[in-house]
């Protein structure tokens, strides 16, 4: 019996992670961290991302983002029971995304495109996630590389 060619696609691991944050502790730098949504589409990846932020954060107010990352973001989305307002600013460095707590408590992020290699990813969320790193989100390793 002969069997066909080996048509395994290379995948992405289910495990590999999407978000890396510094340890809780007083902030340090630009960024409290980095995440790496699967698809552009705010409204569906943000309900994944605040529930790992709500855990820090408590409850969450409302997401700022530049209005240039996103396309056709809405207003406002639906988690845990309440309404998040989701705010774009052109005024906000591209590749970040900040999210505020009713506290007014926020935790700014590098966003890596949806589109990075797992390679160029895992560096940037390592890199922003370090303790000892004090870089803004275009200062950062490979931001270059990650800016779409």
Do not use: C
Not at 29 to 54: I, K, N, Q, S
Not at 69 to 82: A, E, I, L, Q
Not at 97 to 120: K, Y
């Amino acid at each position: 019996m002969t069997s066909g060619p080996n048509t395994t696609l290379p995948t992405q691991p289910a495990t590999e992670p999407r978000l890396r944050l510094k340890p809780a502790a007083p902030a340090t730098g630009h960024v409290d961290g980095a995440w790496w949504p699967p698809t552009r589409d705010l409204a569906a990846e943000l309900p994944g991302l605040l529930a790992a932020l709500a855990a820090r954060l408590g409850r969450i107010d409302r997401v700022t983002y530049h209005l240039g990352d996103w396309p056709n973001p809405p207003r406002r989305v639906t988690f845990d029971d309440s309404a998040v307002r989701l705010e774009g600013f052109r005024s906000q460095p591209s590749g970040s995304l900040t999210a505020i707590g009713w506290d007014r408590q926020r935790t700014t992020l590098l966003v890596v495109p949806p589109e990075a290699g797992p390679d160029v990813a895992r560096h940037a969320l390592t890199a922003a996630a370090d303790p000892d790193n004090t870089d803004d989100s275009t200062e950062l390793p490979a931001a270059g590389q990650l800016q779409s």
